[in-house]
């Protein structure tokens, strides 16, 4: 297996020789790669010579030791995890840089995801990378801080964000705050929020995200 940075869970395409295209997908807080792994399983089908990888966080979770963080949420000071989020965008900048030079791809042929604490993480550097990523989809999470990232946005990449209507963990207004910051500025996003569903990613909010990817990636 290749070695990165952070150890990944890597799912290849049928042909390894044949990569052009690489999705990213950032677990939730006290999760693991695994975890978010098996979005793949439905996807690959339909995302031929596409390559996933799904990273273990590089911190040990406080609230679950078998389970990794981006950053700390046992403290919710908004100037710790904003500083906090920054370190954890800096070690997922490095990452992608190494994908990017082990695959010979660009960032127009990544697409960026995660779940929960993992897309507050895909929207963070997502948003603020100098060079746009293919896309950026976004499952139960929300910005960090806006402010902050008002501050630093740089990136005009197409946004999909998928909510419960349900979720007690990060409530969906957090979807409608997104959404409203994101069209103000000026950047793609489509949204959809799914009735009687909690937090987590049900088969109508992975099927969705699969349609999204596969036109953006034009496949």
């Given at each position: 297996?290749?070695?990165?940075?952070?150890?990944t869970?890597?799912?290849?395409?049928?042909?390894?020789?044949?990569?052009?295209?690489?999705?990213?997908?950032?677990?939730g807080?006290?999760?693991?790669?695994?975890?978010?792994?098996?979005?793949?399983?439905?996807?690959?089908?339909?995302?031929?010579?596409?390559?996933?990888?799904?990273?273990?966080?590089?911190?040990k979770?406080?609230?679950?030791?078998?389970?990794?963080?981006?950053?700390?949420?046992?403290?919710?000071d908004?100037?710790?995890?904003?500083?906090?989020?920054?370190?954890?965008?800096?070690?997922?900048?490095?990452?992608?840089?190494?994908?990017?030079?082990?695959?010979?791809?660009?960032?127009?042929?990544?697409?960026?995801?995660?779940?929960?604490?993992?897309c507050?993480m895909s929207?963070?550097?997502?948003?603020?990378?100098?060079?746009?990523?293919?896309?950026i989809?976004g499952?139960?999470?929300?910005?960090?801080?806006?402010?902050?990232?008002?501050?630093?946005?740089?990136s005009?990449?197409?946004v999909?964000?998928i909510?419960?209507?349900?979720?007690?963990?990060?409530?969906?207004?957090?979807?409608?705050?997104?959404?409203?910051f994101?069209?103000?500025?000026?950047?793609?996003?489509?949204?959809?929020?799914?009735?009687?569903c909690?937090?987590?990613?049900?088969?109508?909010?992975?099927?969705?995200?699969?349609?999204?990817?596969?036109?953006?990636?034009?496949?």
């Open positions: 297996m290749t070695n990165f940075s952070l150890d869970k890597i799912i290849y395409p049928e042909d390894k020789n044949k990569i052009e295209n690489a999705i990213i997908l950032l677990h807080y006290g999760g693991d790669g695994n975890d978010i792994s098996s979005l793949s399983i439905n996807w690959k089908r339909f995302l031929k010579n596409t390559i996933f990888l799904c990273p273990n966080a590089p911190e979770c406080q609230i679950s030791p078998t389970g990794y963080q981006w950053f700390d949420l046992s403290n919710d908004i100037n710790y995890i904003k500083n906090e989020s920054h370190k954890a965008e800096k070690i997922l900048e490095e990452y992608i840089k190494e994908i990017k030079l082990e695959f010979k791809l660009s960032n127009s042929k990544i697409c960026v995801s995660g779940f929960s604490q993992g507050m929207l963070s550097i997502g948003l603020t990378i100098d060079d746009p990523f293919n896309c989809v499952f139960s999470g929300k910005i960090i801080d806006k402010e902050d990232i008002s501050k630093r946005i740089k005009s990449t197409n999909l964000l909510h419960g209507a349900q979720d007690d963990v990060v409530p969906c207004t957090n979807l409608l705050e997104a959404k409203d994101l069209m103000r500025h000026k950047i793609n996003v489509q949204t959809k929020i799914i009735n009687n909690g937090h987590h990613i049900p088969i109508e909010a992975s099927s969705t995200a699969l349609e999204f990817i596969k036109k953006n990636f034009n496949i």
